[in-house]
C-alpha cells in the first residue's frame, strides 16, 4: 500500500476558506472509510472528521458546522471543505483509512501544512 497524498494547504486569513485533497491507492478505496486528522505543533494528531462508505459522516465538535467532508470513488480522492477558518484550526492535515473491520492505515502521508492567520 502506498502513503496517501495529501494537497491543498496554505495560508488563509480568519475567516477564510480552504478545500483539501487527498489521493489514495488501492482498490478498497471505496468501501474504506476515509478520515482526516491534523496535528498543530507541539500536540498529539487529532482526528477531525470521518466519511463512510455509505456516506455517513463525523465531525469533531471543534470543526463541526465549518469542515465538510466528501469523496470521489472514481478518483480514489476525498476532500475536505474549511470554511470560516480559525487561527486555532493552523496544523498539518493528514488523511487516512479505515478498512472494513475498522483498523486503521499505518501508511500516514506527509500531510499538508494549514495555517490561518488572525
Known amino acids: 500500500q502506498v502513503q496517501p497524498v495529501e494537497s491543498g494547504g496554505g495560508l488563509v486569513q480568519a475567516g477564510g476558506s480552504l478545500r483539501l485533497s487527498c489521493t489514495a491507492s488501492g482498490s478498497t478505496f471505496k468501501i474504506n472509510t476515509m478520515e482526516w486528522y491534523r496535528q498543530a505543533p507541539e500536540k498529539q494528531r487529532e482526528w477531525v472528521a470521518s466519511?463512510?462508505?455509505?456516506?455517513?459522516?463525523n465531525y469533531a465538535n471543534s470543526v463541526k458546522g465549518r469542515f465538510t467532508i466528501s469523496r470521489d470513488n472514481a478518483e480514489n480522492t476525498v476532500y475536505l471543505q474549511m470554511n470560516s477558518l480559525k487561527p486555532e484550526d493552523t496544523a498539518v492535515y493528514y488523511c487516512?483509512?479505515?478498512?472494513?473491520?475498522?483498523?486503521?492505515?499505518?501508511?500516514w502521508g506527509r500531510g499538508t501544512q494549514v495555517t490561518v492567520s488572525s
Open positions: 466519511l463512510t462508505s455509505g456516506g455517513n459522516t
Open positions: 487516512n483509512s479505515r478498512n472494513v473491520l475498522g483498523i486503521l492505515s499505518a501508511y
